[in-house]
């Protein structure tokens, strides 16, 4: 079936980095776009980025920009976002979502990744 | 940035109930619109697309409705399982903005 499947969570020491991949399966991975999206603990959703996987064309929110980019795997179907100089405020739970580009939704989640940021 | 205001941010509703949301945009963002739901512990699932269209497998009692920068989305009659937090998103601009987002609880 349809997926995105996430890797595991993540606890980091501030100014540290962060990579969570997102691996696709069950459709075409070079039609659809990968957004990512955050949610800090009882928090709202945050769009974070997005980049198309038949190129390395991708864009951010500006106050990722600088900070986060992402990267992909086109023979594992993976794609990899990273967030450097990590802070506390970047504490949350992380997601990959498909961008079903015709429609500009977001269609397939994953089952999120949390990053936790702390000393 | 497009902002994206929901009210309301919470709403209380009986079993069978008839509930809006509405969702307001800073700027025209014509009909570039979708509605998440999202469970306790879940990741987020598209309800409805382009404001107006249902997603695949999205039961008919949700709506959606507007255009521009007003934006509604109904639920017919409130399910147990229809209790959760929804959130707005436009994709008119870059960010791709949500709206805070409203809960949905029992009464």
């Known amino acids: 079936q349809v997926q995105l499947v996430q890797s595991g969570a993540e606890v980091k020491q501030p100014g540290a980095s962060v990579k969570v991949s997102c691996k696709a399966s069950?459709?075409?991975?070079?039609?659809?776009?990968i957004n990512w999206v955050r949610q800090a603990p009882g928090q709202g959703l945050e769009w974070v980025g997005w980049?198309?996987?038949?190129?390395?064309?991708?864009g951010s929110a500006q106050k990722f920009q600088g900070r986060v980019a992402m990267t992909r795997d086109t023979s594992t179907n993976t794609v990899y976002m990273e967030l450097s100089s990590l802070r506390s405020e970047d504490t949350a739970v992380y997601y990959c979502?498909?961008?079903?580009?015709?429609?500009?939704?977001?269609?397939?989640w994953g089952q999120g990744t949390m990053v936790t940021v702390s000393s | 940035d497009i902002q994206m205001t929901q009210s309301p941010s919470s709403l209380s509703a009986f079993l069978g109930d008839r509930v809006t949301i509405t969702c307001r945009a800073s700027?025209?963002?014509?009909?570039?619109l979708n509605w998440y739901q999202q469970q306790p512990g879940k990741a987020p699932k598209l309800l409805i697309y382009g404001a107006s269209s249902l997603q695949s497998g999205v039961p008919s009692r949700f709506s959606g409705s507007g255009s521009g920068t007003d934006f509604t989305l109904t639920i017919r009659s409130l399910q147990p399982e229809d209790f959760a937090t929804y959130y707005c998103?436009?994709?008119?601009?870059?960010?791709?903005?949500f709206g805070q987002g409203t809960k949905v609880d029992i009464k």
């Open positions: 998103q436009q994709t008119f601009g870059t960010p791709r903005t």
């Open positions: 069950g459709y075409s991975f070079n039609n659809y776009e």
């Open positions: 700027r025209d963002i014509s009909n570039y």
């Open positions: 979502a498909r961008g079903w580009v015709v429609v500009d939704a977001l269609d397939i």
């Open positions: 980049m198309k996987t038949n190129s390395n064309n991708q």
